[in-house]
């Protein structure tokens, strides 16, 4: 199990830029994958981004395909373990809790990174808001 703190959510009008990121409290090959999630008021949870964590795949949901960069760090001497997500070109319906999730089912494959149910890990959430 790790712990997952997000930051770096804010307040930004339309067209703006954000940087989530995501730290988890250690690497361990355990993990498989790491991800992106968003909910807004009354609507369901959205997976945004996500990265296969023992390789080099990305993944986005379309909603966010060409705006949203999703980016992973990790130094295994040091036990450091970071997920990122750069957004741009920021949209009202962007407006939402952000969530970063982190997943040791195995075995992993890409077709699971949308599902909410494959990831173990949360974190708190941080706000992102976009408006003019």
């Known amino acids: 199990q790790v712990h997952l703190v997000e930051s770096g959510g804010g307040s930004v009008q339309p067209g703006g830029s954000l940087k989530l990121s995501c730290a988890a409290s250690k690497y361990t090959r355990e993990t498989k994958a790491m991800a992106w999630f968003r909910q807004a008021p009354g609507k369901e949870r959205e997976a945004v981004a996500g990265?296969?964590?023992?390789?080099?795949?990305?993944?986005?949901?379309?909603s966010v395909k060409g705006r949203f960069t999703v980016s992973h760090d990790i130094d295994p001497d040091r036990s450091e373990n970071t997920l990122y997500l750069q957004m741009n070109n920021l949209k009202p319906e962007d407006t939402a809790m952000y969530y970063c999730?982190?997943?040791?089912?195995?075995?992993?494959?890409?077709?699971?990174?949308?599902?909410?149910?494959?990831?173990?890990?949360w974190g708190q959430g941080t706000q992102v808001t976009v408006s003019s």
């Open positions: 999730a982190a997943s040791t089912f195995f075995p992993w494959y890409g077709g699971l990174w949308s599902d909410s149910e494959k990831y173990q890990d």
């Open positions: 990265v296969y964590t023992q390789g080099v795949n990305t993944y986005y949901g379309d």
